[in-house]
């Protein structure tokens, strides 16, 4: 084996390390980025609401705020607190 393909092999080995490192960091701060967002703040929101008016027994008004809330959460791609 030539070192120039000892090199690259070493250097794909290190870059393969690096992503397994870096890449959950990363997409665990976009969502916490992506869970601070206003479509996100309103999806908690409707979740609360739904779950006062399940207590009200005002099921058709918590059917609507969950259908609204998933709506939310699907388009924000927010952590799902179902």
């Known amino acids: 084996m030539k070192n120039s393909q000892?090199?690259?092999?070493?250097?794909?080995?290190a870059f393969g390390a690096g992503a397994i490192i870096f890449i959950p960091q990363w997409q665990e701060q976009r969502q916490l980025e992506r869970d601070q967002?206003?479509?996100?703040?309103i999806y908690r929101s409707a979740i609360g609401l739904a779950r006062e008016y399940l207590e009200m027994n005002r099921d058709e008004k918590a059917i609507e705020q969950l259908t609204r809330?998933?709506?939310l959460q699907r388009e924000g791609s927010c952590t799902d607190i179902l």
């Open 6 to 13: 000892l090199g690259i092999i070493v250097g794909a080995v």
């Open 37 to 41: 967002s206003t479509t996100c703040i």
């Open 69 to 71: 809330a998933k709506k």
